[in-house]
């Protein structure tokens, strides 16, 4: 699961207007709330771009001071003749890149070895559309001591599994020369991107080892595609997970220590990925810049991941309803103290049971990610999978969530207690506005398992009567 699993994704709000440092637009992102659904990311049909650049961010020594910066140095391709406005979006997006491919601050020493590290952010736009950077941090080829560089790809679509077989061929290639890489990455520019379950073969000349075929396969499964939960399990505990889970569904704000890159910003997107249908609406950033320490302190809900070297300054910080996840230690540092009592008690059981049968026999990070992710659906469609019927509509299609006859549909007292909180956050908010305006249900793997689950309660309703 190396590739697959080392990962990063951070929230960035892009601002109109002119001027405005990378700093400067990171700040913002942490202030206001991520509106937009990042963490449901679009099922793309396939046929748009793989990508629409390759850069590399090096360090480069400011000149006052003993610091470093980190600086796009190769852009691949260089874009000509763009009217203004498409310019100064383009200067904005490309200036905030770097300090995401260089999280842990800026003091730096040349180094002769180097775990590589991969991992990915996302740049969103007050638009709404969005910006994913699949990233690999390593030495450069080379003799003596040196500095870590990042290879980064710029790309509108979200497949982390497939990004990450992509930079595994530029690492390769990186070892002879760029030269070598330029021809490979232009080949995937004119590639159309694979439809779930597809393949897309690239044909590649490598010196010394001749022509290469590269063949880059989609998971069928596209909603798991850009998650692997295998590091989360490892670092934490099954009830642990769920007490996580359980403070995301009510929005609080949590926050993710680790060592390294890999392992925080991989538990971190897990999480996330645990509250699926839903997306989380707000501040997210899986490994927090060392100038937006302050993040920790915002009144507002958050998800980020702090690297170890910080956690001085943030158990310094003025934090409310926190909860403050140790993954080296595999402890909580910090609770709110209910985290046990938030979900419903007797599904809460069920979440456990089911990710507890038969964990150890499972092999491939498909295999865990539906074994992780199963429990946590099926608790959405017990509490909420009822929501279309309760979407009245008007003659013009336009819906209207009927709230209140929503959850007292629900039999079970405890269901309906934390259904109508549930109904109050952002995550249900966005999910509900998005169901008022479709006039069908989406035909996706949520409402897939809302069916098996109305089929079973039919077919045991059935079977109840035949017995009677």
């Not at 927090?288 to 991941?305: H, K």
């Amino acid at each position: 699961m190396d590739g697959l699993g080392r990962r990063l994704r951070a929230s960035l709000r892009l601002k109109r207007g002119r001027g405005g440092s990378a700093q400067d637009n990171s700040e913002e992102a942490a202030k206001e709330p991520e509106r937009a659904q990042e963490h449901c990311l679009t099922n793309f049909a396939g046929g748009q771009h793989f990508f629409e650049y390759l850069l590399v961010v090096s360090l480069k020594k400011r000149r006052s001071g003993e610091d470093y910066e980190p600086t796009i140095t190769y852009q691949f391709p260089k874009r000509e003749n763009l009217l203004r406005g498409q310019q100064e979006e383009e200067e904005r997006l490309l200036s905030a890149i770097p300090l995401f491919c260089f999280p842990d601050g800026n003091e730096w020493a040349p180094l002769t070895e180097y775990p590589r590290e991969t991992f990915s952010f996302v740049l969103t736009n007050v638009d709404g559309s969005r910006k994913i950077g699949y990233c690999r941090r390593l030495l450069p080829a080379g003799p003596g001591p040196r500095l870590p560089k990042v290879y980064c790809i710029i790309s509108c679509v979200g497949c982390f599994g497939l990004f990450s077989k992509i930079l595994d061929e530029v690492e390769k290639r990186h070892q002879i020369s760029m030269a070598v890489i330029y021809p490979f990455m232009q080949g995937l520019r004119e590639a159309a991107f694979p439809a779930p379950g597809k393949t897309v073969t690239l044909k590649s000349f490598i010196p010394d080892s001749g022509t290469e075929f590269i063949s880059l396969t989609r998971p069928l499964d596209s909603h798991l595609e850009h998650v692997d939960f295998n590091s989360l399990l490892q670092c934490l505990s099954l009830e642990q997970i769920v007490q996580i889970f359980a403070s995301a569904v009510l929005e609080r704000r949590l926050i993710f220590l680790a060592e390294d890159l890999s392992t925080l910003s991989q538990c971190i997107h897990a999480a996330a990925a645990l509250l699926y249908p839903f997306s989380w609406a707000h501040t997210y950033i899986p490994v927090v810049p060392e100038s937006l320490l302050a993040t920790v302190c915002c009144p507002t809900p958050f998800m980020v991941g702090v690297q170890m070297r910080f956690l001085q300054e943030v158990t310094e910080s003025p934090m409310e309803e926190v909860l403050l996840v140790n993954l080296r230690e595999g402890t909580f540092l910090m609770s709110v103290g209910d985290e046990k009592d938030i979900l419903p008690p007797k599904l809460q059981d069920d979440i456990l049971d089911a990710l507890g049968q038969g964990i150890n026999d499972l092999q491939t990070s498909e295999q865990i990610n539906e074994h992780v992710s199963g429990p946590f659906v099926q608790f959405f469609v017990k509490t909420v999978g009822h929501y279309a019927s309760y979407i009245k509509r008007e003659a013009n299609g336009q819906g209207h969530f009927q709230e209140r006859a929503f959850y007292k549909a629900l039999n079970s007292k405890a269901n309906r207690r934390f259904v109508k909180k549930f109904v109050k956050t952002q995550l249900f908010s966005l999910f509900i506005q998005e169901a008022e305006k479709s006039k069908n249900p989406p035909a996706g793997y949520f409402q897939q398992k809302i069916l098996e689950y109305e089929e079973q309660k039919k077919q045991k309703k059935s079977r109840e009567k035949t017995v009677k």
